[in-house]
């Protein structure tokens, strides 16, 4: 079972230019103490930056992450998660990706950005 499975992430839509993810929270997702984990926002954030980056390479070529920085906003317990990425620069051997969680497509609960590495 991968990641995305395991955490049951669901991919809405994906383009070089855009990538949109969606996460219904369960028990799985929360802290000991009832919150989202904030380890679910850098998942969410590195995986909808890494499948844009990959979007615009072709084998054998591909994108890891090679630097993330999030900032967590506001908190969550329930509702859907939808991360939202698009590129700030597709370069040869660089590209940086900034992306946005909402929380029931209203509040925005963290922001980031992906650095990833073409191999």
């Avoid at 049951?8 to 994906?14: D, H, W, Y």
């Avoid at 991360?83 to 029931?104: E, T, Y």
Wanted: charged content about 15%.
């Amino acid at each position: 079972m991968n990641l995305l499975e395991h955490l049951q992430i669901k991919t809405l839509e994906l383009s070089p230019e855009k990538v949109v993810l969606s996460l219904d929270i369960h028990a799985i997702h929360l802290q000991p103490y009832g919150y989202l984990h904030g380890g679910i926002n850098g998942v969410l954030i590195e995986t909808a930056c890494s499948l844009g980056a990959n979007q615009h390479l072709e084998q054998p070529h591909f994108a890891v992450g090679v630097d993330l920085q999030v900032n967590h906003l506001n908190k969550a317990q329930t509702g859907t998660l939808t991360v939202i990425a698009v590129p700030d620069k597709v370069g040869r051997s660089l590209q940086v990706w900034h992306a946005d969680i909402f929380l029931n497509q209203q509040t925005k609960i963290a922001v980031g950005r992906c650095t990833l590495a073409v191999k």
